[in-house]
């Protein structure tokens, strides 16, 4: 399974970004647990947001109300929508995948949010 993200860009505070994420060799009929994480310069990687193989969503406090986690109609797709974009929302955004207990990570989109 390979993942590739892309979407990032250069944006202004308040403007909004669309990341995807596709999991290549995964099966486009099934869905499994995926996730985007980001690493901002100097900083530990955190999970942003997640969505489960029933898309149940999950978003770490810093984004609820503005970024959205969803899957595509090809099920080993899935985006992050981020709206009213930051400063601190600057980072390299990963995405990840499960697949039989074993996640698998892609190169990341670097997103820069400056005026």
């Known amino acids: 399974v390979q993942l590739q993200a892309s979407g990032g860009g250069l944006v202004q505070p308040g403007e909004s970004l669309k990341l995807r994420c596709v999991a290549d060799?995964?099966?486009?009929?099934?869905?499994?647990?995926m996730a985007w994480y980001r690493q901002a310069p100097g900083k530990q990687r955190e999970l942003v947001a997640s969505?489960?193989?029933?898309?149940?969503?999950n978003y770490t406090d810093s984004v609820k109300g503005r970024f959205a986690v969803f899957r595509g109609n090809a099920k080993n797709t899935v985006y992050l929508q981020m709206n009213s974009l930051k400063h601190e929302d600057t980072a390299v955004y990963s995405c990840?995948?499960?697949?039989?207990?074993?996640?698998?990570w892609g190169q990341g989109t670097l997103v820069t949010v400056s005026s």
């Open positions: 060799g995964a099966s486009i009929f099934t869905p499994n647990d």
């Open positions: 969505i489960t193989s029933s898309d149940i969503t």
């Open positions: 990840t995948i499960n697949r039989f207990g074993t996640v698998y």
